[in-house]
């Protein structure tokens, strides 16, 4: 029998957007609710086995009920560009995925779903109705069931007409009537105000129906009575207004929704694009969706590939061929690189590629491999050396002289593209099929390392493919005016991020468990201090439970509610803190037990018993913007807002008795950024007179003198001038600021009005990038907008934002990064022992020896400062102590 699926899309997207924590990729395009649909998405093909599948559409604002009723749905606010942005991806996605989708001017997707599952019931199909909306409990019948989503999107609780009847007392189509009394303050629908879920019930198992209820009103007594006879018009209003138009003039056939299953070829590629690289894996597919044929692999691995495995006697020829070796290739696995296993290297001079097993590495005869590589003057070209780097020098080999790295000119001539490896590389630039890494080696639990023979001949291809890929590379890097960034910083910076890896931090254990015990005996007496005010004992990471105590016991006004209660998410509880100090103590209790978990056990996890100090891994070639990531741990990510989140830097210390940690921390470097390349004469006043810039800001917005700007004034300058470089929303803001959309949308307006030359900046990016495709920073860094000349209004409006952000947080990423080059040239020149070993946002971190402290005060900030000329001053703060908390 045949199995069809209807999604309600607007409903489950909407969901999965404030159900699931903020998400973006490295484009910077925000996929939250795309990911958390899709995850529901897969969930229901594994479990259901769908034949046929559609997922509908509200097709605009205006909708037959207008016509009745101007008001309806009259009450809710703009979509925020956030999720806006996300219906183009996941209506891309659905298409990739062979699943239909429907919407239809005039109509909304209840109304589609509701004549769809009643076409298919009459045809005696089975059908599942997906939604979070419960209206849509009156479509149930014998062939179809309606599934309601909990926990955001990521169960789904099914309902046919005896769980209603279970659950409500009702048959389906009485779940109208339920709407027609209650109302539904979503959709603007009055119902007979004061009367909620639990007294509509009551009257409908009395009386049956809205129009008995109204025709029965004498059996009822005081003020219920007089609210139903006064509204009883509306009542009528409300039912008909819930009622779901069954007779949707449609002009799709039922054949049209066939889902014949996710075909790798197309859904591959479009996961990929999204960077769903853990559904990518779920399903077992490519990114690039090429399953290649087998006839293709066959030819790929009879490619002419000379390839030599190379042990104590027959090690002469490659010594002897050193000199001329192009390119050299470590095969590593596992993700984290300090901790990495290397299989073998690969020594590639054409025509002849050389592979040695990692074994024979230590033998005595291959001395002179080992000085090869560890030796600077030796120039090395590779995939992904900074990885190589580190994972030789954890197995006790040096590794120097690296001078152009493929995955690092891949990603600088595409910062967005998600899928660099080899075999997309070889693709992109039309060279011989590559068999993918995956398919030799199997991934996750099936990962093996394979014969000899298979193993040394996917290597060499993928070296000979490598040596193709550069001369390609540096002609693009010519072409696209990067070869001075690529080789005269990201390229120096990949070494000295390996240094400073190398070196990690040293962590104090005592001090970091005597935190942890410190946050647990916090985290205890907060939550009884909970249970006190609240009169008994609960389940404090429940949301429901931790619902019923806030809303019902105690009785605080409801500002948000999911599907399934009430939403008792943080900006919920910051909302509702000034009413009650539980909802004080409770997000005290989050924050605590956040740091306790994340931080102190996840740090203690991350400390390298050999060394006693925790060493992360910089990513280089993940943010688009140019920006460092950090993992293994991500340090970056330490909060610093709350004392408590200050107090896990008190654990970070020198390694060397005696020695301080220094930091020093650009100020406000992107609006400075901003000031030189707007050239805004505001601006530029404010940072040229070393004036506060937020006080400067709310003097120019508010029109009123320095001394007249308040506390309120000035937090909302800050929050505007930051926004204004991240590309904020009125949205964004509105949150940010606790005020109306309307309010947060005027007061940018006001912001561009004082700052005009910002505001021409902003318009002159955009039109430039409209005509090139792409945005650069002051070092040529590129960053390409494919959508900025899209039809569709969200794509263009976010690529239009990224335009105008991309060269601010580029740039000054560009400059701390031009400070580490710079700063790591100097302490060699200096001959210095102070060390460099964190970078984190727009902070350097260092130890330094006591000898050393007044000339690192010195020589740090003015090394800062002076790293890329501007046409306002720089400015570095820098401040030192025993340990990473003093020094802030």
């Known amino acids: 029998m045949n199995k069809l699926i209807l999604i309600d899309g607007n409903s489950i997207i909407y969901r999965a957007f404030f159900a699931m924590p903020p998400l973006t990729n490295t484009k910077g395009l925000h996929t939250n609710a795309v990911y958390g649909f899709t995850n529901m998405l897969l969930r229901l093909i594994e479990d259901h086995k769908p034949t046929h599948m559609m997922v509908a559409f509200d097709a605009g604002k205006t909708t037959f009920r207008h016509e009745g009723y101007q008001e309806y749905k009259g009450g809710r606010e703009k979509t925020p560009p956030e999720l806006s942005e996300q219906f183009p991806l996941l209506k891309e996605l659905l298409q990739s995925f062979g699943i239909a989708q429907y919407e239809l001017s005039g109509y909304e997707a209840d109304d589609i779903i509701g004549t769809v599952s009643r076409i298919a019931e009459e045809e005696g199909q089975q059908i599942l109705v997906v939604t979070g909306d419960k209206d849509m409990l009156q479509l149930a019948s014998d062939h179809v069931q309606v599934g309601l989503t909990r926990k955001g999107v990521t169960e789904i609780e099914t309902y046919a007409p005896e769980q209603i009847k279970e659950r409500y007392g009702l048959t389906p189509l009485q779940i109208i009537d339920l709407k027609g009394l209650m109302g539904d303050p979503s959709d603007n629908i009055p119902g007979i105000p004061g009367v909620g879920e639990k007294t509509a019930l009551k009257l409908l198992h009395q009386f049956g129906s809205v129009e008995e209820v109204l025709a029965n009103t004498a059996e009822l007594k005081g003020k219920m009575k007089e609210k139903i006879e006064t509204h009883s018009d509306d009542a009528v209003l409300s039912k008909k207004l819930a009622t779901i138009y069954r007779e949707v003039p449609l002009d799709k056939s039922f054949n049209e929704m066939v889902f014949p299953g996710l075909k790798e070829e197309t859904a591959g590629p479009a996961l990929a694009k999204l960077e769903f690289k853990s559904l990518l894996e779920r399903l077992s597919f490519h990114a690039d969706g090429n399953t290649h044929s087998e006839e293709e692999q066959a030819k790929a691995a009879e490619r002419e590939i000379e390839v030599t495995v190379v042990d104590g006697e027959n090690a002469d020829e490659l010594i002897g061929a050193l000199d001329a070796v192009q390119l050299i290739h470590v095969e590593t696995s596992g993700e984290n690189p300090h901790h990495a296993d290397v299989i073998g290297v690969m020594f590639s001079a054409e025509p002849k590629h050389y592979y040695v097993p990692f074994e024979r590495m230590n033998e005595s005869w291959a001395e002179p491999l080992r000085t090869w590589l560890g030796n600077p003057d030796v120039p090395k070209r590779g995939y992904d050396l900074h990885r190589t780097d580190l994972a030789l020098y954890w197995k006790g080999i040096a590794f120097a002289g690296a001078s152009f790295d493929v995955q690092l000119a891949a990603y600088l001539l595409d910062p967005t593209e998600a899928n660099q490896n080899v075999n997309a590389l070889a693709s992109k630039y039309g060279l011989p099929v590559l068999a993918a890494d995956e398919d030799v080696f199997g991934k996750g639990a099936k990962y093996k390392v394979p014969e000899l023979d298979v ?148 740090l203690l996890k991350e400390i390298s018993e050999e060394t006693g100090k925790v060493h992360t891994y910089y990513r280089q070639t993940i943010a688009a913007t140019g920006r460092l990531s950090s993992q293994f741990p991500n340090l970056q990510n330490i909060p610093i807002r709350l004392e408590e989140g200050r107090k896990i830097r008190k654990v970070f210390v020198p390694s060397e008795p005696g020695w301080y940690i220094l930091a020093a921390d650009y100020s406000q470097i992107e609006l400075r950024v901003l000031a030189h390349i707007s050239g805004d004469e505001g601006l530029k006043e404010a940072f040229l007179h070393d004036m506060d810039i937020h006080t400067k800001t709310a003097m120019d917005v508010f029109g009123v003198k320095a001394e007249d700007v308040d506390a309120n004034m000035r937090r909302s300058a800050k929050a505007v001038n930051f926004g204004i470089v991240y590309g904020i929303s009125d949205y964004g803001l509105s949150q940010n600021l606790n005020i109306t959309r309307k309010e947060a949308a005027q007061f940018i307006d006001q912001y561009f009005d004082a700052f005009q030359g910002v505001r021409k900046y902003m318009d002159d990016i955009v039109r430039d990038a409209k005509r090139d495709g792409y945005v650069t920073t002051l070092l040529e860094r590129r960053r390409y907008l494919p959508e900025i000349n899209a039809s569709n209004f969200n ?20 400059i701390i990064k031009l400070a580490m080059v710079q700063m790591d040239a100097a302490l060699a020149k200096e001959k210095l022992k102070s060390r460099m070993l964190l970078q984190v946002h727009d902070e350097l971190v260092f130890e330094v020896p006591e000898e050393e402290l007044e000339l690192m005060k010195k020589l740090v900030p003015e090394t800062m400062e002076h790293a890329l000329a501007l046409s306002v001053p720089l400015k570095a703060e820098v401040s030192y102590g025993v340990n990473w908390y003093e020094a802030k």
């Open 795 to 814: 794509l263009r409006s976010f690529a239009e934002r990224t335009a105008m952000n991309t060269p601010i947080q580029g740039t000054a990423a560009d």
């Open 455 to 602: 193993l040394s001949g996917h290597l060499a291809r993928k070296s000979a493919a490598l040596l193709e890929i550069i001369p390609l590379q540096e002609k693009e890097l010519a072409d696209n005016e990067m070869s001075s960034l690529f080789h005269d910083l990201e390229m120096p910076l990949s070494r000295i991020l390996a240094d400073m890896e190398k070196q990690g931090i040293a962590v104090n254990k005592d001090d970091l468990k005597a935190l942890g015990t410190e946050f647990e005996s916090q985290i205890k007496s907060l939550v009884e201090q909970i249970y006190e005010i609240a009169g008994t004992e609960f389940n404090l990471n429940s949301p429901k439970q931790l619902g019923e105590i806030l809303f019902v016991k105690l009785g605080l006004p409801v500002v948000k509610k999911t599907k399934t209660g009430y939403s008792t998410d943080a900006e919920v509880l910051e909302k509702l803190a000034p009413y009650h100090d539980v909802v004080r103590l409770i997000l005290q209790y989050r924050t605590i037990a956040k740091l306790q978990s994340t931080y102190v056990e996840g």
